[in-house]
Every structure is written in C-alpha cells, then in structure tokens.
C-alpha cells in the first residue's frame, strides 16, 4: 500500500485547509485510515481517524474544529480543518491499517507540512 498525502500549506490562524490522502497498490481492504502530526522534537499523535464503517475518532484539540471523511471508491481519505490555531502546525502523516491474510499492518505517507500563522 502507497498513501500519497498533499493539500498542505501555509495558512493564517483562523483559516482553513484540506488535507488529501489517496492510497494505492492496494491488495487487501483498509481498514482504518487517518491522520497524525508530529512537531519537532514531539512524538507523534493522532489527529483523527475513521474506520471501515465510518465511525470516527478525534483528538480533543481538533473536536468541532476538524473533519475526517473517505470515499472508499477513490480510495482517498480528507481531513478538513477549519478554525485553525497556530498550535496546529505541524507535519501531517496518513496512516492506514491494513489486514493482510488476518494480521494488522501499519502504512504510513510522506507527510504533508501545515502551517498557521498568527
């Protein structure tokens, strides 16, 4: 599996942006996708993520301010953020699980740089 992150940039506080990550080479079903962000020196966290069924999950500094979704026939996962602070820069990672013959294996993108200005 290849996940292939763009639509980050350079943004001022209270903005938006969307965030695009299409994955392929797929031989199994994905089951859960999402996005992380790690900052410098940080360790990683995750920001949101949706699983199969399309029961999401969120980061408590992201609730009512992001939007995770997928299209399955596209094959691409979005995260829209609205309302963006300048604590979320960062560099912004598509992660997927894929079950492959019943055992769960991690894929990660190249990542995408978000920056908000104040």
């Known amino acids: 599996v290849q996940l292939q992150a763009s639509g980050g940039g350079l943004v001022q506080a209270g903005g938006s942006l969307r965030l695009s990550c299409e994955a392929s080479?797929?031989?199994?079903?994905?089951?859960?996708i999402g996005w992380y962000r790690q900052v410098s020196g940080a360790q990683r966290e995750l920001v949101a993520g949706?699983?199969?069924?399309?029961?999401?999950d969120y980061a408590a500094s992201v609730k009512g301010r992001f939007t995770i979704s997928r299209d399955n026939a596209k094959n691409t996962v979005y995260l829209q953020m609205y309302s963006l602070k300048p604590e979320d820069t960062a560099v912004y990672y598509c992660?997927?699980?894929?079950?492959?013959?019943?055992?769960?294996?991690?894929?990660w993108g190249q990542g995408t740089l978000v920056t908000v200005s104040s």
């Open positions: 992660h997927a699980v894929v079950y492959e013959l019943g055992l769960p294996y991690d894929y």
């Open positions: 080479r797929i031989t199994f079903s994905i089951d859960a």
């Open positions: 949706i699983s199969s069924s399309g029961s999401t």
